[in-house]
């Protein structure tokens, strides 16, 4: 039987401020362990609130979120950074790398937060050495490519060997050749280490690289679709 790692039912989420946003309509979603999905549609969607619901960056308004077999509406914040911190790894459009620190000080931060700072420089080191940057060390984020951010980012969201990888716009701030290689990086880890793998992209490209893609409108997902079908 397939191990589901991530599952929703009803999940519904409101915004409230002079008009009541109501981003995510009910929305019952599965995402099985080792699997890769691409989420797409046209802006403002719900794509990156699913995304942020999910993984437990943003409450919920109603509904239920698991992760890992885990129900999210039981844990406490505390619970729920932890399980970020030890479980998960992301990965967003502009990085969020700190600019005062190295390749590797910003690879660390993961495990240092974490708690595990025995061997932290070596796995970060070693996570580098995965997406290709072991010649950028110590270079600090001002004297990389968009390329090699992103690549530092990738390997800051793997360095905790996580079970989820959440994709937020990973290559929407590159060029095709980079966004290519950026991909095929993502797509080997998620082969090699079965990491379960969610993108969030408005790219058919980079969509098409998934197994699975889930198409939202309005705050629903209007169609699921896997690769060949």
């Keep these: 039987m397939t191990e589901i790692m991530i599952r ?3 999940l519904h989420k409101y915004y409230e401020g002079e008009v009541r946003v109501h981003a995510l309509r009910g929305v019952d979603i599965s995402i099985a362990k080792g699997e890769m999905v691409a989420m797409m549609g046209p802006s403002g969607c719900g794509k990156t609130t699913l995304l942020n619901c999910l993984s437990g960056l943003d409450d919920i308004s109603n509904g239920k979120v698991w992760i890992g077999g885990k129900d999210l509406n039981s844990l406490s914040d505390n619970k729920k950074t932890e399980l970020r911190a030890l479980n998960m790894g992301f990965v967003f459009q502009f990085y969020n790398l700190l600019p005062v620190l190295t390749a590797v000080e910003n690879v660390e931060m993961p495990l240092l937060l974490a708690g595990k700072s ?5 796995k970060a080191k070693k996570a580098l050495d995965m997406v290709g940057l072991s010649h950028r060390y110590d270079h600090r984020p001002s004297a990389l490519s968009g390329g090699e951010r992103q690549r530092v980012t990738i390997a800051r969201a793997i360095v905790n060997e996580p079970d989820i990888i959440w994709a937020d716009e990973p290559t929407g701030d590159l060029d095709t050749e980079t966004s290519d290689m950026i991909m095929d990086i ?8 079965g990491h379960t793998m969610v993108l969030v992209t408005h790219e058919d490209r980079v969509a ?22």
């Design 186 to 193: 993502l797509c080997k880890l998620n082969k090699k280490n």
């Design 8 to 10: 929703s039912e009803r």
């Design 118 to 122: 025995k061997y932290a420089k070596e």
């Design 208 to 229: 098409e690289r998934a197994e699975r893609i889930i198409r939202m409108e309005s705050g629903l997902i209007k169609r699921n679709c896997t690769k060949g079908v």
